[in-house]
């Protein structure tokens, strides 16, 4: 393609594209250059926020070298891709992390304060760009870093949501809402590609046409609305390598109702054209729980359609035959949300590429991967049929034939097994009836994982037993999550990777976390164990001014710092640990003065968003601030206990508070977390865990020893007879909840009217997710934490052996996994 240039231009592009020296000087220059030129400002009008917007630009010129380079290589050696469908990428912050992976911190660091600015401040002034709601969406976002890091050919496909997750204000005690219009100033970290454009259909008809012995398939007519492509370059830390996420936008198309405007409806034109616009307006906030919202079907759909029409373009490139496809691509999906790309791609495969019906679904099941993130009944997804044939017709065509197919087999398999055809179907025989995206997604995929160990034991002998039975145990696999060791500590926590860095002599642990394990031989070095504990302090200190700035409280960092932020659910029980925290301030009400004097100080504190609609986690939050209004004004506590909600907890926000943990709170009642991350999070940055024997807790506790972490409670395999007791029979009730309950209810924290219905979970709910049958054994071990705490040199050896066993816990580890079991893909280095 290169031919169509003379050679004289050729050589001028190739002598004006030798990139710039990366280093003080030319910063400064390419900052100076941005004030004037990109933001037209000068040095008279240069505030904090034009310097981000500068220095973020100055970052943005080498990540564009750096992506253009990877996208260059990538199609040069033409290897096989992955391609990683979320619908959330949980980015947070860019600057700092663009800085440390690419090595230029301390050169631009020094650049910025020649000029009049401090880093810090200038870092401060970024926008979290928030387009996710709790794990799945930072996971995204963990292994997006990885991918990069580990030079492996990858994209990221998702939507560019308007408004990202809400944000969060507390008004009284209760959570309100407010839009996260997260785009009002220009946005540096994406490059808008107004030349890839791409148009997505919906409604409309299909026509069946017959030619010959065979019949086609034609869908026509409704409306389209277009996906413009927005990229985000996610550079690799210590190597060139530069990969992309690519974000839809819907629009509408250029073309107008010539019809409308001629019969004079020029406002309702208008009107229908807005509405393309609204498409990706906004993220669905709900974690862990499916709303039926037609919009956020059609989100979907556009978002499918679009990231295959680009996929698909990228291989006919190549030239190859179609057979070649699955070692060319492979997709990810992130959950079942991007199921119906199974549909979408034999749709383009048989209808318009011509392919016959059974060899395309062979290329189909052969690229398609399935995540499983949760085994909570509210949390899977199901489109009513009627709602799936409005939007795409010849979708729930394809379906039902897909289906039709399918349960023949299983029919051979299991002859005349009515009730077993029935529960492996994809389509749920309800009046309407529906279609299950995660049948959908295990039959359309070669490989379905679950994202801890327990996790995928637990899909294999309940949601998805049938389908173990059918296909045998091997499509299914454990892949247990990880996280980026840069963002989650390096950036995170930059004093503790300083000391480690110092004490290892090296910085390689940041590419393999393994290397961590050495820093168990420190555990005897008394110098190095006042350095630890010194480290923790500062952070401590730097959680209590945010917290005075946030809440205006003020908390003593030699407490026990005891953290609980997650997006607030039921399943992960945050209700009994304010529970707890009450049973905690009675028990030091009722001590006389020389009991007082052994107890440890504690700050507890919480954070995190319930979903707008989900009444009892809102009135969780109700009860933690009115639990806190009480307790923080109690003098005669002595500082003791404090409590504190930090409001709108986010990716930014996580990175102050982690590293402040003393402990930290993962108490899901067994089985229902699938793995949670922030557990990792926490034990990286060498604070200890409180945890039910649940997700990646048991593994954390396999690596770490039983001397480093407190567990409690019943197990997952307990869970079914201990409801069935409280369904059925009289279980009393916990004698110190019970004790608790009684003191909401006498009004000690507020109107007891108010906290009726979340007590009522408890009995009338028949405490489904088992709060009484633990609170016993949360207390004892609650108690363990305390004595432990005032042993402060056995603490701190326990700190740093949780750090020190962490290795396997890197998104790294979990992306080898992925490229090696499931892809079948190998790095390409820039
Ligand atoms: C979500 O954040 C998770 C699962 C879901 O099905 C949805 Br929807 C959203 C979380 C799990 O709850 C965590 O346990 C897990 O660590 C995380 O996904 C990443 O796998």
């Known amino acids: 393609e290169l031919s169509k240039w003379r050679p004289e231009v050729i050589e001028l592009w190739e002598k004006c594209s030798v990139p710039e020296t990366i280093n003080k000087e ?5 900052f100076i250059r941005h004030v004037n030129t990109t933001l037209a400002r000068s040095i008279y009008n240069v505030d904090n926020f034009s310097a981000y917007q500068a220095t973020a630009h100055a970052v943005r010129d080498r ?9 260059q290589i ?12 979320s619908l959330e990428f949980l980015l947070g912050r860019s600057l700092d992390n663009a800085l440390l992976n690419l090595g230029l911190k301390d050169s631009f660091g020094e650049g910025v304060k020649e000029l009049g600015f401090k880093m810090e401040d200038i870092l401060d002034q970024e926008v979290d760009a928030a387009l996710g709601n709790g794990g799945l969406g930072r996971l995204a976002a963990c292994y997006m870093d990885s991918l990069a890091t580990l030079c492996y050919p990858a994209w990221g496909y998702g939507v560019r949501y308007t408004y990202g997750i809400f944000q969060q204000k507390i008004v009284d005690g209760y959570q309100d809402e407010f839009p996260d219009y997260w785009l009002n100033f220009d946005n540096p970290w994406e490059l808008p590609r107004v030349d890839i454009v791409v148009d997505v259909q919906f409604g409309g008809h299909v026509n069946k046409i017959t030619e010959g012995d065979k019949v086609r398939h034609e869908w026509i ?7 413009v492509a927005y990229d985000v370059p996610i550079p690799g830390y210590g190597v060139k390598n530069c990969i992309n996420i690519r974000l839809w936008n819907s629009k509408p198309r250029r073309k107008f109702d010539f019809g409308k405007f001629n019969a004079g409806e020029y406002d309702q034109a208008v009107q229908e054209q807005m509405k393309a616009e609204f498409l990706t307006a906004v993220l669905y906030p709900n974690d862990n729980h499916m709303v039926g919202k037609e919009l956020r079907l059609k989100q979907q759909y556009f978002w499918v359609a679009a990231s295959l029409h680009d996929i698909v373009r990228r291989f006919k490139k190549s030239q190859r ?54 085994v909570l009944p509210e949390a ?11 939007l795409l017709p010849r979708h729930i065509q394809i379906i039902f034939d897909l289906n039709l197919f399918f349960l023949q087999r299983v029919e051979k398999f299991a002859p005349g097994d009515r009730d077993f055809l029935a529960r492996l179907s994809i389509i749920e025989e309800s009046t309407p009836q529906y279609v299950r995206m995660a049948h959908l997604a295990i039959v359309g995929s070669h490989r379905v994982n679950g994202v801890a160990k327990l996790h995928s034991k637990l899909i294999k002998e309940t949601i998805f037993k049938d389908f173990v039975k059918y296909y045998g145990p091997d499509k299914f696999e454990n892949k247990t999550n990880g996280i980026t060791p840069r963002r989650w500590l390096h950036q995170a926590n930059p004093k503790l990777s300083e000391l480690i860095t110092e004490t290892l002599g090296h910085k390689d642990w940041l590419k393999d976390l393994t290397l961590l394990k050495k820093l168990e031989e420190s555990v005897h070095d008394k110098e190095f164990r006042r350095r630890w504990m010194a480290v923790k302090h500062s952070n401590k200190v730097r959680l209590a ?42 028990t030091i009400k009722s001590m006389s003065p020389e009991q007082m004097r052994d107890v440890v100080p504690r700050v507890v504190i919480f954070g995190g968003k319930a979903a707008p609609g989900y009444y009892i986690a809102k009135l969780v939050i109700k009860l933690i601030n009115s639990v806190a209004s009480v307790v923080n004004k109690d003098s005669t506590i002595q500082d003791l206990l404090k409590v504190i909600f930090i409001p709108d907890y986010n990716v930014s926000v996580a990175e102050i508070i982690i590293p402040a943990s003393d402990i930290s709170q993962h108490i899901s009642t067994a089985g229902t977390e699938a793995s949670g991350t922030s557990n990792m999070k926490f034990v990286l940055n060498c604070g200890l865990i409180l945890g039910t024997v649940d997700g990646a807790n048991i593994e954390i506790h396999e690596e770490i020893g039983d001397d480093n972490i407190f567990m409690f409670g019943h197990l997952a395999e307990q869970v079914d007879d201990l409801r069935y007791a409280h369904r ?23 109107e007891a009217r108010i906290f009726a219905p979340l007590i009522n979970t408890l009995t009338f709910g028949k405490d489904y997710y088992l709060i009484s049958d633990d609170f016993g054994s949360y207390l004892d071990a609650q108690k363990l934490v305390d004595e432990a705490y005032k042993k402060e040199k056995d603490w701190v050896k326990k700190s740093i052996l949780c750090t020190a066993n962490m290795g396997q816990f890197s998104s790294d580890r979990a992306i080898k996994e992925y490229a090696e079991s499931i892809w079948g893909i190998i790095p390409v280095k820039v």
């Open 26 to 30: 030319t910063f400064q220059k390419s």
């Open 63 to 71: 990540l564009i070298q750096r992506w253009n380079e990877t996208q």
């Open 74 to 85: 990538h199609t040069e050696r033409d290897q096989k891709r992955v391609y990683y469908l």
């Open 221 to 227: 007519g409704g409306e389209t609305v277009q996906a």
């Open 321 to 374: 035959d179609w057979n070649e496809f699955p070692d060319q691509v492979a997709i990810q999906l992130n959950d079942t949300h991007p199921a119906l790309a199974i549909v979408e791609l034999q749709r383009i495969l048989v209808d318009e590429e011509r392919l016959d019906w059974d060899a395309a679904w062979d290329i189909v099941t052969h690229t398609f991967a399935f995540t499983n993130h949760t």
């Open 380 to 390: 899977m997804e199901k489109w009513p049929v009627p709602m799936i044939s409005q």
């Open 545 to 586: 001014e945010y917290i005075r700035d946030v809440v205006d409280v003020d908390v003593n960092p030699n407490a026990l710092f005891d953290v609980q932020v997650k997006r607030i659910h039921e399943y992960k029980r945050q209700f009994m640990n304010i529970l707890g925290v009450i049973h905690r301030y009675n």
């Open 728 to 750: 059925y029979r009289d279980v009393p009730m916990d004698p110190h909840l019970d004790a608790v309950i009684k003191d909401i209810e006498s009004g000690s924290f507020g």
